[in-house]
């Protein structure tokens, strides 16, 4: 992993510290339209927070972590409905500061993903939802994740109905492209 | 956009299906026709370990409004029933899970007509236009007869669902009333 230079990531759990940081992410727009669904309701921001700092994977099955690139905070890591029998979650993640919101620090969140759920927690697959006009997530998501199934007209909104996207990744296909990383040493 | 509810057959000769919102009086007896279900895994949910191991969970779990149930015919001795899982009224949609205890009637069958047509009421009076239905990929006799009432194929989740010592994939079935989203 060194030689992609994910070494210099961090990713940690989510305290008191992170409060005013995460509550800022989650007033921007972009972040809002992104994940808000049935789980993270972002007209109370105080208890989202709460659920990304209080979660336990074992007592609520969800986790969330905050992650650090060089002591920055670059974004945030969820998962939610840790299913201990299927072996499986889905994942929420986005990547809070505008400017950093590129393809690289997009495939870095991923691998990060794919690190914790397969090589941390034992998990068989992650999963994860996106609306269909959340063009830069679903771009994301292709490189690294199958595209698994489109919910059409799922969502409702003033303008309209809007497709739903469900991504997954199995730990197999992690470790594949991990293993092909290391091969070609095109990060390094 | 409504959805119309279909009261008749459409030569107007067969009756709505008999089906009965479950209360909390007939949660019991269900139970123990719920039970005979169990060798099948019933109530998929992608999210969470199949509920209702108890007679109690199986109380909380249909307890609230957000979960209704009916059976097909009296709670006692149902033919199968169906249940309205993750209701979200403010995109009108919800998941379908049915199940019918002596076998899946075959598409197009009066069952199976009966049973479309008691789902239909109750998406009129919930007002949902659009339902998905995620079942065991091997399930063919239940997506069957899914297409034939409509539904369409939205996707395969592929090895989602531990049951009997392996992981299924689960197919993931769509419908959507004529006029939503166009």
Known sequence: ?188 | MTVRPISTSHDGSRPAAECVRLGEPDLESFYCRFLVARAEPVFIDIFRPMPCPSLQQFKDYFAADKRPLWTLGPPAEARGYFALHHLQTEHALAHLDFYFFNGCPGPGSAQAMQFWEAVRLRLAEWRLTRLQSFMLASSTEKILLLDSLGFHSEGLLREHYFHDGRLHDLAVQGWVAEGRGG
């Open chain 1, 1 to 188: 992993m060194a030689k992609a230079g994910l070494d210099k990531i961090v990713v940690r759990r989510i305290g008191p510290q992170d409060r005013s940081l995460l509550r800022r992410w989650l007033e921007d727009p972009q972040i809002g339209a992104a994940i808000q669904d049935e789980t993270i309701d972002l007209s109370r921001p105080q208890e989202a927070i709460a659920l990304f700092e209080g979660s336990d994977a074992f007592r609520d099955g969800a986790l969330g972590l905050l992650v650090e690139a060089g002591g920055q905070a670059v974004g945030l890591i969820h998962f939610a409905c840790i299913n201990w029998i299927n072996r499986n979650a889905e994942v929420i993640t986005f990547i809070g500061p505008g400017e950093l919101r590129c393809s690289l620090m997009a495939a870095v969140l991923m691998e990060r993903i794919g690190h914790i759920a397969f090589r941390i927690l034992n998990l068989h697959k992650v999963y994860a939802f996106v609306y269909a006009n959340n063009h830069a997530a679903l771009a994301a998501f292709r490189k690294v994740m199958q595209e698994e199934a489109r919910l059409r007209n799922y969502v409702r909104l003033p303008q309209g109905y809007m497709d739903f996207h469900l991504f997954g990744m199995l730990a197999t296909e992690y470790f594949a492209a991990v293993r092909r990383l290391d091969r070609s040493g095109s990060c390094g």
